[in-house]
């Protein structure tokens, strides 16, 4: 059964630094991964997905995403982290064969100071 | 155009009793999902229709059930609702193939009491 995991429940990163997220995945096959975000008192917002091909995938609000094969992870990342990023980040994973049921992880919290 | 909306948008309720809640998919969309987000947790599926028919579920007992009409819509119920119910109940929608992402509505929050 695929499963993911977000080991750090929280993140901390000062306004215009780097930030990651990580991710690591367990799938049989080939995996359709996923970040979403989560304001307060709002649903998941997409933000990026890996089905196939490069492995550095870009999304929404300059937000990327690097496809490890060998290390099964799937790290978020923005260049310089803005206060209106902070939020919940969920990674989740699909199996490619099924009916797009998704598997999230526990969500990482994202605290960006000013 | 309307992403997903869900209704209501908050409810309380007693041990024991039961509760529908309800989702218009996104325009064009004709794949319902729901997902139950228990407080601290990533969310968890629930089941998936298409075709009005439930396509694939998750680990939930019976006490869980849906619906979908012949416009798309859903419904979830869930029946003798425990304590353990009281999360935000999510629904998302997405066109029928396997690679299309999910759009969320901003879920319904259920207390039980």
């Known amino acids: 059964a695929q499963s993911v995991a977000q080991p750090e429940d929280q993140v901390n990163v000062a306004e215009g630094n780097p930030l990651t997220v990580k991710c690591t995945y367990s799938?049989?096959?080939?995996?359709?991964l996923f970040w979403y975000v989560q304001y307060p008192n709002r649903g998941l917002q997409f933000l990026l997905k890996y089905i196939t091909g490069d492995n550095l995938v870009k999304g929404s609000y300059g937000f990327e995403a690097e496809f490890n094969k060998s290390q099964t992870s799937f790290h978020l990342k923005k260049p310089s982290a803005l206060v209106s990023d902070s939020a919940l980040y969920f990674c989740?994973?699909?199996?490619?064969?099924?009916?797009?049921?998704?598997?999230f992880g526990t969500g990482t919290r994202l605290l960006v100071s000013p | 155009d309307a992403g997903v909306t869900q209704s209501p948008t908050h409810l309380i309720k007693t041990r024991g009793q039961q509760v529908t809640l309800r989702c218009s998919p996104k325009s064009g969309h004709d794949t319902v999902s729901w997902y139950q987000q228990a407080l601290g947790q990533g969310p968890q599926f629930i089941f998936q229709?298409?075709?009005?028919?439930?396509?694939q579920r998750g680990n939930f007992p019976d006490r869980f059930s849906g619906h979908q009409f012949p416009n798309y819509s859903s419904e979830l119920n869930v029946n003798a609702l425990l304590l353990g119910d009281s999360a935000l109940y999510l629904c998302?929608?997405?066109?029928?193939?396997?690679?299309?992402?999910?759009?969320f509505g901003a879920g319904s929050r259920l207390t039980v009491l």
């Open positions: 229709y298409y075709e009005e028919e439930e396509r």
């Open positions: 989740a994973v699909r199996d490619p064969k099924g009916f797009q049921k998704l598997v």
């Open positions: 799938v049989s096959g080939n995996p359709y």
């Open positions: 998302a929608s997405s066109g029928a193939s396997g690679a299309n992402v999910l759009t």
